[in-house]
């Protein structure tokens, strides 16, 4: 089982900055992907971030160039952080952290969300 924990998030004015972290705990052997998504109100969620355990990112057109992926791997812990700068008032939206896990099967694990909030 691994475990989740998000922080970060908040209320930030056009153009500003914010920073989300999620680190997980636990059984982290075999961790692969770790990633951030968000969901706006209506909307379907989407991806926003991914990097592997080697290291390969991807991001969404949308955020391309203005955030970033970064990972580090601990002997207990792997923490993702997500640094989003020119924040947009369409980046609104609760932000979930991802992990895919492989250990003898496929196992997916989700953050609580955090509340992301641009304007003015």
């Known amino acids: 089982q691994v475990h989740v924990a998000e922080s970060g998030g908040g209320l930030v004015q056009p153009g500003g900055s914010l920073r989300l972290s999620c680190v997980a705990s636990?059984?982290?052997?075999?961790?692969?992907?770790m990633g951030w998504y968000r969901q706006a109100p209506g909307n379907q969620r989407e991806l926003v971030a991914t990097?592997?355990?080697?290291?390969?990112?991807?991001?969404a057109d949308s955020v391309k160039g203005r955030f970033t992926i970064s990972r580090d791997n601990a002997k207990d812990t792997v923490t993702v952080d997500l640094q989003m700068n020119s924040l947009k008032p369409e980046d609104t939206g609760i932000y979930y952290c991802?992990?895919?896990?492989?250990?003898?099967?496929?196992?997916?694990?989700w953050g609580q969300g955090t509340q992301v909030t641009v304007s003015s």
């Open positions: 636990g059984s982290i052997s075999g961790i692969n992907t």
């Open positions: 990097v592997t355990s080697g290291g390969s990112h991807d991001y």
């Open positions: 991802h992990v895919y896990r492989y250990y003898l099967a496929r196992e997916d694990y």
